[in-house]
């Protein structure tokens, strides 16, 4: 077992770990045999107190440490994240129940990220224009905002807190992180290592709690901007709550991603990608592929993705057999065998039922089996709601315009996948389709850290997105110069009207 997997959760305050004061833990469980791996505190008032506090005074430093040295931080980071790439890993199996290949995927996504902010001298540059008016010139920079917050999910517990803070800091801000309270051992390790990297003291806290943790940080006077990534429900209430106290704020949402198949597309690579992009990380994935439309005549390859999807199974997070882990906690695991239940009473047809999933060896693990809803309606509980477990619903549509109108009308715009041999159709979709991520033969189109995670609709509340150029907007003010020196003097008196020339 990894030394990182430590009894009770530290916070991390003023460049310290410190055991919190609290009288309320939560435990963190191991998914797959309910034993209790740790504890984690909800961080007192003092305590978060004292976080923002120390942010803020580092603040005054930081922000005057010159970009390249910034950058070399994130360079050192990089390279100890790469170093302990297979810790990570174990430690994020361990908390959230991912293979081990996954959990390796979770932390490799986040060193890329790492790897963007590396780039923040040029990611950072103003604009200049020369001679705006008879010898005056005009300039922007980029200035950081001060202290910012993230609040993070449980899905992604390396991935999502790396979108967050490495750029945030790079930009110049500090940073306080409150991760998920379900899986807060990944996100100790990752700053502890970025301690190790060189931050100095304060760039960046960790305080750990729940609604009445975040609620500070959104209504604190010195925190200037929070990124959430989370569900739509709690997204709402930060999105409200902080843009309600004049904060900037963005929040990556809840999903419902279609992915449309075109009768000319090859049957084989459809069934391997909507395996992977339906069942893969057991459905906790914000750009998982929960519906499935196929378009005429692939209709009928419904039962090669039963025969499919019947052939993988869960299991631990060190079998290599597994083709996914299990659901995070019993809740969730309950809340979709509901959502089954709720599909066979609706009426849609239960082509491969995982509800009464066990996995030998483990017999408390929240397992859940991959399932397949076959002629699945708009109007259908298990279509209206994100289900967030190994569930795929299938819809048969008998046009791409009618697959268009199906994807449109939802009220979430995450990432949808259209899979296809007809360039036309791909031109048509991605034109047409009003969802911020799509993948043409790409199943799950995640974009890399120099694009950004452009969610739209109920996927995302606010304006600039996660990573990419947009981050950088988001964690900094532009700062437009307009500058005059003279060198003769100029005749006449006050200028008293709008100068045209
Ligand atoms: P969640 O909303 O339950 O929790 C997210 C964070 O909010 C956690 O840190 C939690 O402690 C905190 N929180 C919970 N209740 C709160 C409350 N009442 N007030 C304030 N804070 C509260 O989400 P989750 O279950 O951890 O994650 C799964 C969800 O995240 C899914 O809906 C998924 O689609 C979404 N997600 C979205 C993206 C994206 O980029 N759009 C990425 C990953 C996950």
Known sequence: MSQALRKTVPLYIDGEWVESQSDQWIAVTDPATQEVIS??????????????????????????????????????????LKEHHDELAEILSRETGKTFEDARGDV???????????????LSMGETVENVA??????????????????????????????????????????????????????????????????????????????????????????????????????????????????????????????????D???QQVINNLIGAGFGAAGQRCMAISV?????????????????????RPGAWDDPQAAYGPQINPQARDRILSFIEKGKQEGARCVLDGSHCSVEGYPDGNWVGPTIFADVKPEMEIYRNEIFGPVLCVAGVDSLDEALALINGNPMGNGTSLFTACG?????????????????????????????????????????????????????ETKTVTSRWFDEDIPGGPNMTIQLK
Not at 62 to 75: G, H, S, Y
Not at 181 to 195: G, I, S
Not at 298 to 312: M, P, R, S, T
Request: aromatic letters at 10%; one cysteine or more; a positive charge.
């Open 39 to 80: 504890q984690v505190p909800c961080a007192s008032d003092a305590e978060m107190e004292r976080a923002i506090a120390s942010a803020a005074a580092a603040f005054g430093s930081w922000k005057e440490v010159a970009v390249p040295e910034r950058a070399r931080l994130m360079l050192r980071y990089q390279h100890l």
């Open 134 to 263: 008879r010898s005056i010139d005009c300039y922007s920079y980029t200035q950081p905002l001060g202290v910012c917050a993230g609040i993070t999910p449980f899905n992604f517990p390396a991935m999502i807190p790396l979108w967050m803070f490495p750029l945030a800091i790079a930009c110049g801000n500090t940073f306080i992180l409150k991760p998920s309270e379900q899986d807060p051992l990944t996100p100790t390790r990752l700053v502890e290592l970025f301690e190790q990297a060189g931050a100095p003291k304060g760039v960046l806290q960790v305080v750990h709690g729940t609604k009445q943790q975040v609620d500070t940080l959104l209504t604190h006077p010195q925190i200037k901007a929070i990124s959430f990534v989370g569900s739509v429900a709690v997204g709402e209430h930060i999105y409200r709550t902080g843009t309600d106290n004049l904060k900037r704020v963005q929040c990556m949402v809840g999903a419902k991603n279609h992915m449309v198949v075109m009768p």
């Open 265 to 267: 597309a090859n049957k």
């Open 292 to 312: 499935a439309v196929l378009v005429g005549e692939a209709q009928a390859w419904v039962e090669d993705l039963k025969a499919a999807a019947a052939a993988i």
């Open 108 to 122: 490799w996504r986040g060193i890329e990220v790492v790897e963007h902010a590396c780039n923040i001298a040029s």
């Open 424 to 476: 036309a159709a791909a031109r048509k979709f991605q034109h047409q389709v009003q969802v911020g991520q799509v993948g043409i033969n790409v199943p799950v189109p995640v974009p890399l850290p120099f694009f950004s995670f452009t969610g739209w609709r109920g996927s995302f509340f606010g304006d600039q997105h996660a990573y990419g150029k947009q981050a950088v907007r988001f964690y900094t």
